[in-house]
């Protein structure tokens, strides 16, 4: 385990730096499914009026930004969540998976591990021959990996449920422009 020490700390630093860039690639898809939703239920309220823009309750605009919203803000909750909560998370399971003589006796102890597994994990720390921190380093490296597939999974996942649900209601009964103000109100 010593000799791979070094392509561990390689391996597992580009694992890090793709979950931010993960953050970045989750945040731009969902503002390109929000534009392809905004694009295809602005179309869909225009064809449900014949092509009519005076038939509809709201302007085709307003189909549209409401689709973009139903797909951008379930995905960038969960996104949310994920950055602000990933690592307790991923920390406290890294610190379950630890063998029994190595778990720290006080919280400062606890920091001081998580520092040394968070530093392994990014290839800041030469690990020499402690076998825990680099299992450790390892295994915090996997759970963020596996945490950002999961988050770009669900992000896209409710996102296309937005998309669907917000071209469903593009018809020319449908108050999108009420719909979208409320949901600028309650921002403010």
Do not use: C
Not at 53 to 71: D, E, F, I
Not at 86 to 105: E, N, S, T
Not at 110 to 131: C, T
Request: glycine fraction near 10%; hydrophobic fraction near 55%.
């Amino acid at each position: 385990m010593v000799g791979q020490t070094g392509d561990h700390s390689a391996s597992t630093a580009s694992v890090l730096e793709g979950a931010v860039m993960t953050s970045s690639a989750i945040l731009a898809l969902l503002l390109l499914l929000s534009a392809v939703g905004f694009l295809v239920a602005r179309r869909k309220a225009l064809q449900a009026a014949s092509g009519n823009g005076r038939a509809l309750h709201s302007k085709p605009v307003y189909h549209g930004w409401y689709t973009a919203l139903a797909a951008f803000v379930p995905g960038a909750l969960i996104l949310a969540a994920w950055l602000t909560m990933g690592d307790w998370l991923v920390d406290g399971m890294v610190l379950g998976a630890l063998p029994d003589d190595a778990r720290p006796a006080s919280t400062l102890e606890e920091r001081v591990l998580l520092n040394a597994i968070h530093s392994a994990a990014r290839g800041e720390m030469a690990l020499g021959k402690d076998a825990v921190v680099a299992a450790a380093a390892e295994r915090y490296s996997r759970l963020r990996e596996l945490g950002s597939l999961g988050v770009l999974a669900l992000a896209s996942l409710f996102a296309t449920i937005g998309i669907l649900r917000g071209t469903r209601a593009a018809r020319p009964q449908f108050r999108a422009r009420n719909a979208v103000e409320r949901f600028l109100a309650l921002l403010l």
